[in-house]
Every structure is written in C-alpha cells, then in structure tokens.
DNA sequence: GTCAAGACTTGATATTGATCAAGGAACCCG
DNA sequence: CGGGTTCCTTGATCAATATCAAGTCTTGAC
C-alpha cells in the first residue's frame, strides 16, 4: 500500500464510519469520540487466510473488524480447529487477553479484511472519565459471554440440522443488523470453516446444504446463500434463546 | 436464619475471607478493599438445587460463591439444558446480565451454598477511581471468555473420553487452587450435570467413571473422586490449550 | 489456455454414543 | 423402620454422523 492509500485511510475517523453505531464508539458523546479516536490505530487491510495474532502472543489492543471478516479458533494437539467465533464489520474480536495479557487464540482472516486496532491501556485510561465507554465496553464483553454461551448451547445440545439452522440464522441477522439483505448473501468462510465451527464434518455441512435446498428452504450456490424459507428455518431451531449472535 | 447468624454472616468481611485472593478482591490495598467491601451484600445460605437468577431478572450484581457450588446454564425449548459453567468457592458468575442488564442463563445451586453479591453500579463508581479493581474485573472477565472457549473445544471437537478426562482435570486443579487435595475431592454435582455440561447422555458418563475405574486411572464411589493416574488422565488430554479453568 | 491444487460434493461403510429398558443403591419422608 | 422417589448403573439395540473413498468443480499460476 502506497504512502498516500495510507494516509487516506487513517483519516477515516470513528465519526466518519458507518459502523460506528455497531462498533466500541456506540453512544458516545462527539467530544468522547474525538478523544477516543485520537488513539485508535488503522492498519492496513490484509489478505485472506492471515494470521493476526495467536496464542502466547502479547495482548495491546481490543480489534475492531471494518471490512472483510476474522475468525478466532483453538486448536488441538492432534491438528482439528475449533473456531469460537466469526467476526463481520462492526464486530470486536481480541477480547480473550485480558486475562493474562496475552493472547489464548488464533485470529485470522477469512477473505481481504481491514481492522482497527483499538489500544488497551488507552482504553483503560479513557475509562477513568469516560462512564460511556466504560459500560459500551461491558456492554461488547457481556455480548461475547453471551455468543459463547449460544454457541455453547448449539455444540452441547443441537442435532446437526439444528446447528446449521442456527448459523445461516445468525449470519442473516448479523447482516440485516448493518443494512445488508437478511435473505440474500456471501457467506465470507469456506465449508471447512462452518464445519469446525458447528463441530461437525465438512461432508455433513455440504449433505445438510443439500437437504436445506431440496426442500426449499434456502437456494445455495457456492458460497452465495438465499433464504426462502425463514419460518422453516426458525422452526428448525428448538432453541429457546435465540437472538442475534 | 435467625437474626443473630446473620449478623455474624455479615461481619465475615473480604479482608478476613479465606478466598479473597481468587476472588475480586486480588490485588487491592487495603484502602481499597474497605471500600470495596462496604458495598457488599452478603445473602444467608441457600440449600441445593434453588435457583439464583433466570433469564429476563434484572442484573444488578456480580455474585462470588463462598461455600458450596453454583452451575450456570441454558435450555432448549424441548427442555434439554446445557450447563455454562460450576462455579466453586472462590469463582465469580453472573456476568452474563452485562450486555442487556438482564440475565440470560440460569443460575441454580448445587448443593447447600452461600454467596456475596457485588451490587454492578457500585462497582462501575469504584472503578473510576481504582485502577486495580478495574484490572481485577478485566482480569475475571477475560478468564470467563477463556473458560467458555476452553469449554467450546471440548463440546466440538473432544471424544466422550476426552471431555470427562478434562472435566476431571479442571475440577482437580480447582480444588487444588483452593488448597485441596487435588487426587482426592467429592464432586458437588450430580451425574445428570457432569452430563449436561459434557454435552454427553447420563448413562455415557456413568459407563466412562467405569471405564475409568477399570483402567486404574480413577477410583470412584458415588460423589467421592480419587485419582490414581493423573498422568494417563493428561495424556487423554490432546486439548492443546489445557489450564486451570 | 492449461495444469495443478484446493474446495466442494456425493456415495458406501463404520462407529461412537444415544436411546430404550430394567434393576439396584442411596436418600428422604413420614 | 419402611416405602417411595430419585439417582445411578448396566445391558441391548439403534441412529446420527464420522470416516473413507472417489469424483467434480473452481481458482489461481504460469
């Protein structure tokens, strides 16, 4: 990226992102974001399949997704990939080093993604005066506890079919959520990725696909997916606490 | 309760717990913890299996089990619950209200319990002014994520043997945090939960203790734990990111 | 444009763990 | 102390989904 891209794309301030209303600066004052946004960091967008940070790895920053998408995962000895969350613009991921400072996951990118970086010990210090930020913040940890804990719920007690409903559920409310179709879109990961994230096979994601469009409920095609079938869909999941993840 | 024992419950004050360097007060002077400590609230005793919050309370405070345990857990319509997290003397939960400021899991008590509130709003004042209890509730907070991801690794990708052997390390490390034997402990939960909260049917727990047993691995008589062989317990293990949850 | 690698799909078979069923042990209550 | 209830264990069978094995489609590199 040349100099000059750079510069551009620092100057795309909080106040000026259409995502701010999603992101860490929601309801906070002009003046609260103009301070808050002295600190925040833009690094330059990254290709698909890189890595952002991984276990071990020093915890400075809360991360902010702008465009593209991140997935966080574990691994086991053996090789198999767990993957705790996806993260779409607008969404914070990092969170999992504030315990010992440093990081316990992987994150990495799932297509060309650009993100912020949002410093800990600025934020920290902003909290001291900032009530706004301070609960905004709670507010962004208390809902990632509670994603772990549908998703706790989905690997625990859901069936496949259920937990391929509960995910294209998800994704289309995380998309009408910034003004995108609820019915229509991209999915930004691959099989594989919905495969270790729903904790099943790749060929059960793939066979679940097909059943879904034989009884038209959803057309897929590769990785553009179109819903037809909403009620069907939420029928499918006998889950009681249901919301956007 | 009579009016006497509560009174004398009341004067047991986080300076004088024997938990308070596992619990939120880790850290802090002793200026701070008097501060911290006035606000306290301190319920009597409760007996087993009452629940604490459901979905849809209004969150108004942390609580820090004292004695006894406390499981944390969803439901599916169809009745099926999946438990969160147990909570043992010295843990804190209820962090789920942070993100509505209503709950949204239920928590329940495993056996006779007693435990501290820490009111959420008396909290966020406290935490203006000291840095080291902002710190510490970060510090709480990023192990609740850590826990819920360690928990998600075992629901997608662990092998029923696998997941009862981690379940056995994790309650074997937190007695031993706590001071305790950490090959001989009785379980404070039933079979029902240990199956509830492996994501496994009761009958699969009941079959793997045996299994266990029959390996010289554990001894196992009821509730009452002694293990044999912790190291063929770790080797079950292949979870790459296995700690003290 | 062609080739190679990777992603995805489809089919056949295997296996883990669920479900169904029953009996025994501990515990609570009167 | 006795009887009922709940918890736990054990056995037999079944089903959901993993695994193994091809084969096809996409995509990117040269």
Not at 14 to 33: I, Q
Request: aromatic letters at 6%; a negative charge; one cysteine or more.
């Amino acid at each position: 990226m040349s100099q000059a891209q750079l510069v551009k794309q620092l100057k795309v301030s909080c106040e000026a992102c259409s995502l701010s209303e999603l992101c860490l600066p929601r309801g906070l004052t002009h003046d609260e974001l103009v301070k808050l946004d002295a600190y925040i960091e833009r690094p330059r967008s990254t290709d698909a399949n890189t890595q952002i940070f991984q276990p071990g790895d020093e915890f400075h920053a809360f991360y902010a997704v702008r465009t593209g998408g991140v997935k966080t995962y574990l691994t086991q000895k053996t090789g198999e990939q767990q993957i705790l969350g996806f993260h779409l613009p607008g969404e914070i991921f990092g969170l999992d080093g504030m315990e010992t400072g440093k990081h316990r996951c992987y994150a990495a990118t799932l297509e060309n993604t650009s993100y912020c970086a949002l410093p800990y010990d600025k934020l920290d210090g902003l909290c001291e005066v900032m009530p706004d930020l301070r609960h905004q913040i709670c507010h962004l940890v208390g809902h990632e506890l509670n994603a772990d804990h549908t998703h706790l719920l989905l690997l625990g007690q859901q069936t496949a079919h259920e937990r391929l409903a509960s995910f294209l559920l998800s994704i289309s409310s995380r998309f009408k959520r910034r003004g995108f179709s609820a019915t229509s879109f991209i999915l930004p990961m691959s099989r594989h990725d919905i495969a270790c994230y729903l904790g099943i096979a790749v060929e059960t994601v793939s066979r679940l696909f097909k059943s879904l469009q034989d009884k038209d409920i959803i057309q897929i095609n590769r990785k553009q997916v179109d819903i037809l079938d909403m009620d069907a869909l939420n029928e499918m999941v006998s889950n009681c606490s249901e919301e956007d993840v």
